[in-house]
């Protein structure tokens, strides 16, 4: 049997609760099964900036942590239960700050092989005021990048 060609050790996906980051959680977990390598499953959450200026105080620290680490846990629980992990390494990260500028510390950090993403997943809005994390991921990253649907 031919040796492959891409040595694969660390595959980072990009998990945002959307369809796509679910999509790019399965076709990471494929391309690591197939590859024996480390999953490392990643969920950055944006801190909400000024909302509370419309309805009143900001929430204390302890609340807003808790609430971001909430959701972080409920986004990565979902997808893991999603997902045939057998015979995969898995590695679970939840942070919190820019999606985008995070990912790409972290793929450097753990030198990923490959990161896959999904193509969208903010809403409108977002991409607006604060680009695509798919974009400033592909212009950025220093390794390849797999945009899936």
Known sequence: MKEPVWDVHNVVAGIDGSDQ?????????DIARKNGATLHLVTIVRPPEGW????????????LSKSLTDAQRE??????????????????????????????????????????????????????????VANRVVHDAQCPVLLVP
């Open 21 to 29: 980051s679910r999509h790019a959680a399965t076709v990471s977990a």
């Open 75 to 132: 986004i990565l629980d979902s997808v893991v239960a999603e997902l045939d992990l057998r015979e995969i390494e898995v590695i679970q990260v939840e942070d919190v700050g820019d999606p985008a500028r995070m990912l790409l510390e972290y793929a450097d950090k753990v030198d990923a092989d490959v990161m896959v993403i999904g193509r969208r997943g903010a809403g409108l809005i977002e991409r607006i005021m604060l680009g695509s």
């Open 52 to 63: 509370w200026g419309i309805v009143g105080s900001p929430p204390t620290p302890s609340a």
